[in-house]
């Protein structure tokens, strides 16, 4: 924001913090969620073997991507419509804002299973200076995109960073400490990750670009249509992969379990 403001305008700036508003409640309660889990993966460092944590680790990297990118799409199909139907349309940014503002989302939620172990095996320390470094780097980047390409580089810029920085030295640190392996494979399976994302931000955007007008209702409705497009495709995609086919497995059974009753 201070950016923003400095380089840009105070108006770009207030606008802006409406989306940031928006973008921290959802950040904040994902990692309360996911956070939980925490204290369980402390525990199973302590009981399990390399390849049991990895199993886990996959598991919840799966479960985190599925969560994130479908509050991504909504964010991206919803956010406009939403600020429109509060405060009017003149107080949206430009679409690229959008994406910006889910993009970033989309890149916290593809690491928070590194950020669990990395904090429940205890291997913080030997991060320390990743975010500091991710902080300089963030900063210079907004400064320069500010320059260059307006409000939509600076809201870039925190996702970029993380790119650059976070998302293959934390996973490292993970693999090395941990499974004791090279990550290799894991930067392939974030990759996929990163793109069927984006890919699925644009898709339902797409679809939802036919339902015209600004109300509550057609908000809910677009969000409504943007959650079922991406949980429609990523159920397509992966109903094969193991973490999947275990995450079905245990939805049903529990299911099964509450209908006995």
């Given at each position: 924001?201070l950016v923003?403001?400095s380089l840009i ?7 802006y ?7 921290l409640?959802i ?5 309360q969620?996911?956070g939980?889990v925490t204290a369980s993966?402390g525990?199973m460092n ?8 990895e199993?886990?680790?996959?598991l919840?990297?799966f ?5 994130y990118a479908?509050?991504s ?21 430009p679409?690229g804002c959008?994406?910006?503002i889910?993009f970033?989302l989309?890149?916290i939620?593809i690491?928070q299973?590194t950020v669990?172990?990395?904090?429940a095996c205890?291997?913080?320390f030997k991060g ?8 300089v780097?963030?900063?210079i980047l907004s400064?320069v995109?500010?320059l260059c390409?307006?409000?939509v580089?600076?809201?870039l ?7 650059l920085t976070?998302v293959?030295?934390?996973p490292?640190?993970v693999h ?7 990550p ?8 996929g990750y990163l793109?069927?994302?984006v890919?699925l931000m644009?898709l ?15 908000f809910v ?11 429609a ?5 992966f109903?094969r992969y193991?973490?999947f ?10 299911i099964?379990?509450k209908c006995?009753?």
């Amino acid at each position: 924001a201070l950016v923003i403001s400095s380089l840009i305008g105070l108006i770009q700036s207030g606008l802006y913090s409406n989306y940031q508003m928006i973008s921290l409640a959802i950040t904040q309660l994902m990692a309360q969620i996911y956070g939980a889990v925490t204290a369980s993966v402390g525990n199973m460092n302590v009981e399990s073997d390399a390849a049991a944590k990895e199993r886990i680790f996959d598991l919840l990297s799966f479960i985190e991507f599925c969560g994130y990118a479908v509050c991504s799409v909504c964010i991206f199909v919803g956010i406009e419509p939403f600020i429109s139907a509060w405060l009017g349309s003149e107080y949206c940014l430009p679409t690229g804002c959008a994406f910006a503002i889910s993009f970033n989302l989309l890149t916290i939620g593809i690491l928070q299973s590194t950020v669990i172990f990395k904090d429940a095996c205890g291997i913080f320390f030997k991060g320390r200076f990743r975010p500091v470094i991710s902080c300089v780097i963030t900063v210079i980047l907004s400064v320069v995109f500010a320059l260059c390409f307006g409000i939509v580089g600076v809201m870039l810029a925190p996702a970029l960073s993380r790119l650059l920085t976070a998302v293959w030295y934390d996973p490292w640190l993970v693999h090395k400490y941990v499974f004791c392996k090279k990550p290799f494979k894991y930067y392939l399976k974030t990759l996929g990750y990163l793109l069927l994302g984006v890919l699925l931000m644009f898709l339902a955007r797409l679809i939802v670009s036919f339902i015209t007008g600004d109300s509550w209702l057609l908000f809910v409705v677009k969000v409504a249509v943007a959650a079922f497009v991406a949980i429609a495709l990523i159920i397509a995609i992966f109903h094969r992969y193991a973490p999947f086919v275990w995450c079905r497995r245990t939805i049903l059974s529990i299911i099964s379990r509450k209908c006995a009753l």
